[in-house]
């Protein structure tokens, strides 16, 4: 019995995709507590007197459960897919029933929006936040739960426009912590010039890192697209090695590639407020060298594992690309001050 229910949990995990939730808290934890406190406190304004931690608890299992809930309503539309691809690690039909699976999307959306509508309550009764404005944060995480439908149901199998919802939705991760703060810091503090350039200059440094996020998935999602290619042609989905064949499917992975470290690159080098020595080095020991590696792999693949690998060293250079807040976190406030 009990080895049961160990295999039924562990089927659901592997539904909501676990890791990848475990990720998505720890980045918006990064965002927060590395990139705006050290800006927040060199500015003199306490990040937790702006948006507690207990808001920001608040908003980071509002977004894994909406996120949860994206994960299993995309297996849910994908058992078709998933038997061609998978026909060995895929649950839902399988050892999950897909009408649980449905239940998995409903309640997890459904939780990660009330979770938002008590960052909104609590906006329109402590902040004086107008109340169709604190409403929003009901919608914004109901919004993404629907986006995550249509994308699963529809939109992902549209050439182009599957890769760059599910980029889009990723890049939201860490912007959602830096459009609540920036709107929890313009209730307290109102709309002054100094407040207004302070929120410009924390969205600025979170976009980059969000840009990152982007980037790195979208090459994910294309090295995808290969790896299930087979599936996706049996169900007539637009991908990108489908629509465009594997040599100009190739090149775009290559040009993102290139582009993203071009970005990450002009950022270390000339736009740091701070000694641009060590996070140089970081560059090119975490980001480059890793680029390197992954165009590599991608001249070598050929079967569906080679593109497995390709999506998965994309994953890490993510979170590698995120994990220089640590970095950041470390040098800002010292730089700064000396």
């Known amino acids: 019995m009990k080895v049961q229910i160990m295999d039924c949990m562990k089927d659901y995990m592997k539904l909501v995709r676990l890791p990848y939730l475990v990720a998505i808290a720890l980045v918006q934890l990064a965002m927060y507590y590395l990139v705006i406190t050290p800006v927040s406190n060199v500015a003199g304004i306490p990040a937790e007197q702006v948006f507690s931690p207990q808001m920001l608890a608040l908003l980071v299992l509002a977004t894994v459960f909406t996120f949860a809930g994206g994960y299993a309503i995309n297996d849910y539309f994908d058992v078709k897919i998933d038997e061609i691809n998978h026909p060995i690690n895929h649950v839902v039909g399988k050892t999950i029933p897909k009408h649980s699976a449905m239940t998995v999307f409903i309640v997890c959306s459904v939780v990660g929006a009330l979770l938002g509508a008590v960052i909104g309550f609590y906006a329109w009764v402590e902040l004086n936040a107008p109340f169709s404005v604190a409403f929003t944060y009901v919608l914004l995480f109901l919004i993404i739960a629907g986006i995550m439908w249509f994308y699963s149901s529809s939109y992902k199998r549209i050439f182009i426009l599957g890769n760059l919802f599910a980029s889009v939705l990723n890049a939201l991760v860490p912007m959602l912590v830096v459009v609540c703060f920036n709107f929890f810091l313009s209730m307290r503090y109102g709309a002054h010039p100094e407040i207004v350039v302070f929120s410009r200059y924390l969205l600025t440094i979170v976009a980059l890192f969000a840009f990152c996020v982007f980037m790195w998935t979208f090459v994910s999602e294309v090295a995808t697209d290969f790896e299930e290619e087979k ?82 060293v994309a994953k890490v250079i993510l979170l590698l690309s995120v994990a220089y807040s640590i970095m950041f976190y470390i040098y800002y406030a010292d730089y700064l001050f000396e």
Request: positive net charge; charged residues 10%; hydrophobic residues 55%.
């Open 231 to 312: 599936g996706a042609r049996e169900l007539e989905c637009h991908t990108f090695p489908i629509v465009l064949g594997h040599s100009v499917a190739r090149a775009i992975i290559f040009v993102l590639i290139l582009l993203v470290n071009l970005v990450c690159a002009h950022v270390v080098f000339r736009m740091l407020p701070y000694e641009p020595m060590p996070s140089i080095r970081y560059y090119l020991c975490a980001i480059l060298v890793p680029s390197i590696g992954l165009a590599f792999l991608l001249t070598k693949a050929n079967v569906q594992l080679d593109y497995r690998n390709v999506s998965l």
